[in-house]
């Protein structure tokens, strides 16, 4: 595979300015690295936090990205897990040391000094970026590069988050229809689950497309669903969305936010949490999360549904997901 010495690249240079295009040279993989020359990247909430100033340590310059499909170009020293031409995704946990005391518990997800991919790493919007061999995924075959992006973030993290609802469940509540729920409801309903969607109040195109994919009801998210929930999951980074999924929930039931970021939370009276509800976050991703979930998705199968943009649209398909206005994912395709 021929690399050329220069690559187009979307930068961010400071908070709440627009992405800048610009001609970068192509980095080369190091010790345990491989080369990846992108064809897909997913467009995550997360991007728009790092944009919008609301996450407040990335690497600046910065190529935004962690929602990585593309082929091996090359490799670095000590890759054993890639060959050249092989498919491969890359998650937004890029990196982790392996000794501190949540690596070593297993829990990497949580370690100390990690590093993330697009925000302290250079991410995948761009034609080349490079990844440790050890934090990229084969890609299942049954995936196109822009139908397998939205698994390597929208999927991964909803896949950790219906995992840490519980066992269990048969009411599941999804607050907020995005990207993470669309591919989350696949599961619970091919799991058996009844699953409850919650939307903007008034967005009566979105609680359809719930219903579409399976949700047994879909409705505004300051009310209260059709039967009481036994767990619930809140991707939207709205605060206020708490209570009211703990006031949906049955006794003993848990409400477990997916998010990387989160407006205020207002407080609630404590009736509402009392009854051993469980209210918990979620941080990141493990890569055991990654193989369960990339083998599971095709048993389901997990249908990705993908609004496309150019690599040069990228402020573009920011704005339309700030705006509420894409439908499944937003994914940039790479020339």
């Not at 690559?7 to 908070?15: F, G, R, V």
């Not at 990229?136 to 698994?151: I, N, V």
């Not at 390597?152 to 993470?180: K, Q, T, W």
């Not at 991703?285 to 389901?300: C, I, M, W």
Request: charged share 20%.
């Amino acid at each position: 595979m021929q690399i050329p010495e220069k690559m187009l690249a979307m930068i961010l240079e400071a908070p709440g300015q627009p992405l800048r295009s610009h001609e970068v040279p192509v980095p080369r993989p190091g010790p345990d690295q491989v080369l990846i020359r992108v064809r897909a990247c997913g467009v995550c909430r997360t991007d728009l936090h790092i944009v919008d100033g609301e996450l407040t340590e990335p690497k600046l310059p910065l190529i935004l990205g962690h929602e990585i499909a593309g082929t091996v170009a090359a490799v670095g020293p000590g890759v054993e897990k890639f060959r050249i031409g092989d498919r491969i995704g890359v998650p937004w946990l890029g990196y982790t040391c392996g000794v501190c005391r949540y690596c070593r518990q297993g829990r990497e997800n949580l370690c100390d000094h990690p590093g993330f991919t697009g925000y302290t790493l250079d991410g995948g919007y761009a034609q080349y970026t490079v990844a440790n061999q050890r934090y990229g995924f084969h890609l299942p075959p049954d995936y196109s590069e822009a139908e397998a992006a939205p698994l390597l973030c929208a999927g991964l993290i909803g896949y950790r988050s219906y995992r840490l609802a519980g066992e269990g469940v048969e009411r599941l509540g999804i607050y907020g229809f995005g990207a993470a729920a669309h591919i989350t409801v696949q599961v619970a309903v091919h799991q058996g689950k009844q699953v409850y969607g919650f939307t903007r109040p008034g967005d009566a195109r979105t609680q359809e497309f719930a219903r579409s994919l399976g949700a047994v009801w879909a409705g505004d998210s300051d009310k209260l669903p059709s039967a009481e929930l036994d767990a619930a999951i809140i991707f939207a980074p709205v605060g206020s969305l708490i209570p009211a999924a703990l006031r949906a929930t049955a006794r003993g039931g848990t409400v477990v936010c997916g998010g990387i970021h989160m407006s205020e939370i207002p407080a609630f009276p404590y009736e509402i949490l009392w009854g051993e509800r469980v209210l918990r976050s979620v941080a990141n991703l493990t890569r055991q999360d990654g193989e369960e979930f990339l083998a599971l998705a095709p048993r389901v199968p997990v249908k990705t549904e993908v609004q496309t943009f150019r690599l040069e649209e990228a402020n573009e398909a920011l704005d339309h997901l700030r705006r509420g206005q894409v439908q499944g994912a937003a994914v940039l395709l790479v020339d």
